[in-house]
C-alpha cells in the first residue's frame, strides 16, 4: 500500500536546517494497521505529512498504492490523497462554520460525486459513527469526542483504501479514545489500511505492529519484519 | 460547485458580509449616477456648434465717445482686418455660438402667437457671415446684397431670414420651410434658406431650443453689435489675433479691445462648469472604486488569515490549488452579486430622487449591465492576490498542532 525508500525531510530556514526525516525506509502492507510512535520531535508527523501527500520530502523514493508520488503535480497529488487516504487529525479539524452534513460533504465535493451519492455516503457515514441524528448540528456543539467520531466520518465517506491518523485519540479522555480505536480497527477489520501516530503505550499495544520513530529514523519494530532502516543497520 | 457551502458560511459572517455587500451596494448606486452625469455633461460638452470653430477668432470692442459714422467705420475696419495675411473672411456680428450673452426673440409660423411661439437666437451681420461662420446651407440660398439693410437706420427691416433646420422643424414639422412666412411677433419674414446647424449663445431658455437659431439680413455696425468675427487659415488664430489690436487701432483710436480669442477658447470657457463637474464626478467616482476595492482586499485578506487552518483542512482532504483559489473568487462573486442587485435598486431609487429634485433624467437601462461587468470585475481584481496567497497555504497546516 505504502512504499517509501530511503525518503529525507530536511526543512530549511534562513538560520538553521532541520533535519526531520534521515533516510527512512518503511513499507505498510494492505490490511494493516501500524502505529506509529517516537519521542516528541523525532519526525511522526514529518512521516504522516509525506506519507499522506500534504507535504513534500527531500530525497528518496514513496509510492502510494502502485503510484509513484514524487513527480505528481498539484492538481494530481490532491486527486490521490483525495480519492486514496482519510485522515483524522489530533484537532479534529472540522470546519467551524459548516455543520456535520456539509463537513462530511467537504471530500466529496471535491471528489466530484453527484448530490444523491454524496447525500448517500454522507448519511451512511454520520450513521456509521452513530451520529446521524446531528447531522444540522455545527461542530462547536458536540463534544470533543463526537467531533472526533465526524472527522472519521469524513475521513471514510469515499471509502479510503489508507486512513492516516496523528494522534487521533491525545485530546480525548481515556473513555472516548477507546471508542475511537475501537472504530479504527473497525474499520481496519473492513479492509482499510490504518497508519496512525500514537504517544499512547496501550494504544500502540493495540496495532498489528508498531514504527518506532527516533530522531527522523524508523528504529524500532515489534511484532512485525516491515521495518529496514540503513541507520540500524550500520548502527 | 461550492456555491451553497459558501452561502452558509457567509450568514454565520453575517455582519462583515453584510458590510461589504452594502459597500458594493452603496458605490454601485452612486457611481453609476455619477457615470451616467458625467456622460450627460460629455454629451453636452460635445454640443455641435455649426461653425468652423478652430478657424474663428473674435474680437469684442467698443468705442469711446460718440462715432459719427459707425457704418463706415465698421467697414473700414472690416477692409483692414481683411489685408491681415492670414485672414480669409471677416464679418460684423452681433454675437457667437457658445459665447454666452445674444440676442432672442420669440418666433411663430402664425402673427402675434402668444401661446405656440419659441424663442430663437437672432443672428445679425454683415455680408460674409454665413461665409465667416462656414456654417452648411442644406436647403435654399445665402442672402443677395440687396437684401441687406443698415441695422442702425431708423425703422430698418428686413423680410427674409435663413433659419436652423431645427427650428425649421419646429415651426413647420415635416414641411419644406423654404419661402414659408415666420413672424418675429408680428413681423413677418421669409425663409430663403435653411443652415444644418447654428448653436444658440447659450441654452438658458432650455435644452430644446438650444438649436433654435436665425439669422437676419441686417448689416450691424461694430457699435451696436461689438464682435467683428475673423475667419483664418488653420492654425493661424495667434499670429493674426496679434495684430488685430495695432491693425484697428490704425483705423481709428478710441477704442478698446476686448475677449480677442478664439471660439475653441470661447467653447472652452462656456463648459467650464460641466468639465469641472465631469472632473469632479469622475474622481469621486475613482475614490469610490478605489475604497470599495480596497475594502474587499481588506475582508478578503482578513478572511484567508482567519480561515488558514480551514484552508489547509480543505486541501488536505483533496482541494487543489486551483479549488481553493476558486472558493476564494466564487465568494467574492457571491458578494458582489447580492452588492450589485440591492446597488442598482439603490441606483434608481437615487436617480429618482434626482429626477426630482434636479430634473436629472432618468437612467438608461444600459447602466446596468455595465455596472454590474465593472464591479463583478473590480471585485475579482481586489480579492485576486488574497485568494492566490490563500492557494499558497500549505496542506500540512492541518496536522500542525493548535
Ligand atoms: N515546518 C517546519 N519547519 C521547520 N522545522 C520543522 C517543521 N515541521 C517540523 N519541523 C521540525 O522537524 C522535526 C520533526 O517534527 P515533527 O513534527 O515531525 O515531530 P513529531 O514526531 O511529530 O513530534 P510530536 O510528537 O511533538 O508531535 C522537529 O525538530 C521539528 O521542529
Ligand atoms: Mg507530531
Known amino acids: 500500500m505504502l512504499t517509501m525508500k530511503n525518503v529525507t525531510k530536511v526543512f530549511r530556514t534562513e538560520m538553521v536546517e532541520t533535519h526531520a526525516l534521515r533516510e527512512l525506509t518503511l513499507e505498510v502492507k494492505s490490511g494493516e494497521f501500524v502505529a506509529v510512535t517516537g519521542p516528541s520531535g523525532s519526525g511522526k508527523t514529518t512521516f504522516l505529512n509525506i506519507a499522506g501527500l500534504l507535504d513534500d520530502f527531500t530525497g528518496g523514493e514513496y509510492r502510494l498504492d502502485g503510484v509513484e508520488v514524487r513527480q505528481l503535480g498539484d492538481r494530481a497529488r490532491s486527486k490521490l490523497r483525495n480519492e486514496k487516504i482519510g485522515f483524522v487529525f489530533q484537532s479534529f479539524n472540522l470546519i467551524p462554520d459548516l455543520n456535520l452534513f456539509d463537513n462530511v460533504d467537504v471530500p466529496l465535493r471535491y471528489r466530484g460525486f453527484t448530490r444523491g451519492e454524496r447525500r448517500q455516503r454522507i448519511e451512511r457515514a454520520l450513521e456509521r459513527v452513530g451520529l446521524a441524528s446531528r447531522i444540522r448540528h455545527f461542530p462547536a456543539e458536540l463534544s470533543g469526542g463526537q467531533q472526533q467520531r465526524v472527522a472519521i466520518a469524513r475521513a471514510i465517506a469515499g471509502d479510503p483504501k489508507l486512513l492516516l491518523a496523528d494522534e487521533p485519540t491525545g485530546n480525548l479522555d481515556s473513555q472516548m479514545a477507546r471508542e475511537v480505536m475501537q472504530l479504527l480497527e473497525e474499520l481496519n477489520a473492513g479492509g482499510t489500511v490504518v497508519v496512525i501516530v500514537t504517544h499512547d503505550p496501550e494504544i500502540a499495544a493495540r496495532a498489528q505492529r508498531n514504527v518506532h520513530i527516533v530522531d527522523g529514523v524508523a528504529s524500532h519494530l515489534d511484532r512485525g519484519p516491515a521495518l529496514v532502516s540503513p541507520a540500524l543497520r550500520t548502527a | ?402
Open chain 2, 1 to 402: 460547485m461550492d456555491f451553497l457551502p459558501i452561502l452558509s458560511t457567509l450568514r454565520r459572517h453575517r455582519t462583515a458580509a453584510t458590510l461589504v455587500v452594502l459597500e458594493i451596494a452603496l458605490t454601485c448606486a452612486i457611481v453609476s449616477n455619477a457615470v451616467f452625469l458625467i456622460r450627460e455633461r460629455l454629451a453636452r460638452m460635445d454640443t455641435p456648434s455649426g461653425v468652423v470653430e478652430e478657424e474663428l477668432v473674435r474680437v469684442r470692442l467698443i468705442g469711446i465717445g460718440q462715432t459719427a459714422d459707425a457704418a463706415a467705420l465698421t467697414a473700414q475696419d472690416l477692409v483692414a482686418l481683411r489685408a491681415i495675411p492670414g485672414v480669409k473672411s471677416v464679418a460684423s456680428t452681433n454675437q457667437v455660438p457658445f459665447g454666452n450673452s445674444g440676442w432672442n426673440s420669440s418666433v411663430s409660423s402664425i402673427p402675434d402667437d402668444v401661446s405656440g411661439s419659441t424663442t430663437a437666437s437672432l443672428y445679425m451681420g454683415t455680408q460674409d457671415l454665413l461665409e465667416t461662420w462656414g456654417v452648411r446651407l442644406i436647403a435654399g440660398r445665402d442672402f443677395t446684397p440687396e437684401e441687406y439693410v443698415d441695422a442702425d437706420a431708423k425703422d430698418a427691416k428686413v423680410s427674409s431670414a435663413i433659419v436652423t433646420r431645427a427650428l425649421a422643424e419646429r415651426l413647420f414639422p415635416g414641411q419644406s420651410p423654404l419661402g414659408r412666412t415666420l413672424y418675429l411677433g408680428s413681423d413677418p419674414e421669409t425663409i430663403v434658406g435653411v443652415i444644418d446647424e447654428l448653436a444658440r449663445p447659450n441654452d438658458r431658455n432650455g435644452p430644446e431650443s438650444a438649436a433654435y437659431s436665425m439669422v437676419l439680413p441686417l448689416s450691424i455696425s461694430y457699435t451696436t453689435g461689438g464682435t467683428y468675427l475673423i475667419r483664418v487659415e488653420p492654425g493661424r488664430g495667434g499670429e493674426v489675433l496679434a495684430a488685430v489690436d495695432a491693425t484697428l487701432t490704425k483705423v481709428a483710436a478710441n477704442r478698446i479691445f476686448t475677449h480677442l480669442e478664439s471660439l475653441t477658447e470661447v467653447r472652452d470657457s462656456y463648459f467650464r462648469k460641466d468639465r469641472s463637474m465631469a472632473y469632479l464626478l469622475i474622481g469621486v467616482s475613482l475614490a469610490l472604486l478605489i475604497i470599495t476595492a480596497l475594502g474587499i482586499v481588506g475582508l478578503a485578506s482578513f478572511w484567508v488569515q482567519q480561515r488558514t487552518r480551514q484552508i489547509g483542512i480543505r486541501r488536505a482532504l483533496g482541494a487543489s490549488r486551483g479549488d481553493i483559489l476558486r472558493y476564494f473568487l466564487l465568494e467574492n462573486f457571491i458578494l458582489a452579486t447580492m452588492g450589485i442587485v440591492v446597488g442598482m435598486g439603490l441606483a434608481y431609487a437615487l436617480n429618482h430622487w434626482l429626477m426630482d429634485a434636479y430634473a436629472v433624467p432618468r437612467l438608461p437601462a444600459t447602466v446596468l449591465p455595465i455596472g454590474a461587468v465593472a464591479l463583478w470585475l473590480l471585485g475579482q481584481l481586489a480579492v485576486l492576490a488574497p485568494a492566490l496567497r490563500a492557494a499558497r497555504i500549505s496542506p500540512a497546516i492541518a496536522t500542525r498542532s493548535v
